[in-house]
């Protein structure tokens, strides 16, 4: 993995550009020209891919990008201890935002533009990602929580479009829009979403989920730096690319049209976000969450490949959520239990001594936290929240408005006056140690317990952002009274993404989750990193449980794109 900072107009000319004056260098060229480049440079180099992406194509990029002195320059820039890039994925979304508002449909061809001239562009871009809340002279250096709050909004954008892992994504996904769902029809505030979805669409989930399978797979595999030197139009996604499937034409126009929106079309939604105050700026690309394929005339460009596979999910659920505000609030509530329903069931995966869903001796009704584990001396307490997090809170760059709605989703609903994931792991841990010889839980003896590990999960990959750890134990520190629990060590909370547990669970049948988390401890100390950043070097990435679910996903996605192929290769197993 690289770690690397952005290369910037202001630091290779000692100042830094305008909006206006990026907007006049891009203004001159074809909108077309501007999304297409800007469109294959993010599946070439594979900027989607968390941890992955395709260095080897990076120096290629350079040269078409800049001169040869400014070009050996950033190639070498990049190799630095303190290595800089010029490409990234939100710089990509940026300039095809600003290309939608402000590029004529007629212009200059920016793919015949003279090297160095889009270079300029890609470094102007990287100007006006940082939001200026730290370092900033107005602010009270004593006052950390206010600091580090301000910190934390600069990096959960550069978290957030980072990237993902594809298997892990695709296979939660799936899980929790199928299994989880389903296994959950009792439930008070179950929505039946597939069917919803089909009736509001047309499509079958099923389809929708072949279909988008098939969509990533035509932008990442068969788009190619070498396929587009040797031929430019294998960029353009046509709906013949499906005819070959067992789906019907109609479907397949009909989820294109779902996934995708003119030029035109999304011109108009983000006049119509800025117009009622709801476009959070340059770290703001809902307008492409929304509809991650651009449809031009000559076929469908995409627009972000991991908003395209975020569909399978994404795609259903904020349909339904959309119906009315009582549909959306029923599905928000239900989704909870969806989310804790697949991290018990990943986590028994891999350790037997798991216990979900722990409820109180003599009161059955009342849940003490999400999940306990058990290991040797060690306890880890955990809460999962699925609570997603609004475009204002994460890109808008006001730290107020993100600590308030942290706050709110993680620590307490001051309205509702509800615990959330923080003042919950505070509770949980106090009912336990209130008096350790006194069972609470059936099936838990926590007299040998001597280090307590609080554990927050989340759906969103906020909880995966640097400093979020820190941030929370602001709260977890006020409300949790070490003092009075003195026969045990209850360490700092902890806060993660669910990609990152999917990651290092695992490994908890060669080691105890509650090494992995001490190891985060013991190697960042203040809190500052991410669970994943300090985990031990030289362990492989592999979990059986979604490598398992992958290969049944697989199989039936093929089953319903191509179903005698299938059963042929079935019937030959």
Known sequence: MILATYATFEEMHGRKSTLDELIERLEIYSRE??????????????????????????????????????????????????????????????????????????????????????????????????????????????????????????????????????????????????????????????????????????????????LTFGLMTRMTELITLKGLQADGWIAAIQPQNFYTTAITQETIGKFLNEVSATPEGLLGDIQTARKSKKDFGANDFTVFRKKPVIKEGYGYLAADVMYAVEKLESGPYWRVSAIDKATGDKLRRFWGPVFEGYVNDLIKAFSPMFIADPRLIGNANEQLCDGLLVEGDALVVMEYKASMFTAEAKYSGNHVTLRDEITKKLVRDAEEDNKKGVEQLAAAISTLFADPRKPMVPGLDVSGVKHVYPLLITLDDLGSSLLISKLLNFSFDAVFKRDAFQSVEVKPLLCTDI???????????????????????????????????????????????????????????????????????????
Request: glycine share 6%.
């Open 33 to 210: 020209s501007v999304l297409y480049i800007c469109s294959v440079t993010g599946i070439i180099l594979k900027l989607w891919q968390r941890g992955g992406w395709a260095k080897e194509n990076y120096f290629a990029l350079i040269d078409s990008a800049f001169g040869d002195i400014r070009g050996d320059y950033y190639k070498y820039a990049l190799e630095k201890a303190d290595a800089e890039m010029v490409f990234h994925r939100r710089q990509l979304l940026f300039l095809s935002k600003l290309a939608i508002e402000h590029c004529a449909e007629r212009g200059l061809d920016l793919l015949k533009a003279r090297p160095g001239l889009f270079g300029t562009i890609l470094l102007m871009a990287n100007d006006h990602f940082h939001f200026g809340t730290y370092p900033n002279p107005k602010i009270d250096e004593r006052d950390q929580y206010d600091k580090i709050s301000r910190i934390a909004a600069e990096f959960i954008p550069v978290n957030e479009y980072s990237g993902f892992r594809v298997q892990c994504k695709l296979v939660r996904s799936h899980l929790m829009m199928t299994r989880y769902s389903e296994q959950l029809k009792g439930h008070q505030d179950y929505i039946n979403i597939l069917e919803q979805y089909e009736r509001l669409t047309g499509i079958p989930f099923l389809d929708h989920e072949a």
């Open 499 to 573: 990609e990152s547990i999917e990651v290092v669970i695992p490994h908890v049948v060669d080691r105890p989750l509650s090494y992995f988390l001490q190891y985060w401890l013991d190697h960042d100390p203040k809190l500052l990193a991410t669970f994943l950043a300090q985990f031990p070097e030289g362990l492989p990435e592999r979990n059986a449980f979604i490598d398992k679910h992958w290969k049944k996903l697989s199989r039936a996605i093929s089953s319903r794109l191509f179903p005698r192929e299938a059963a042929e290769a079935e019937g030959n197993a």
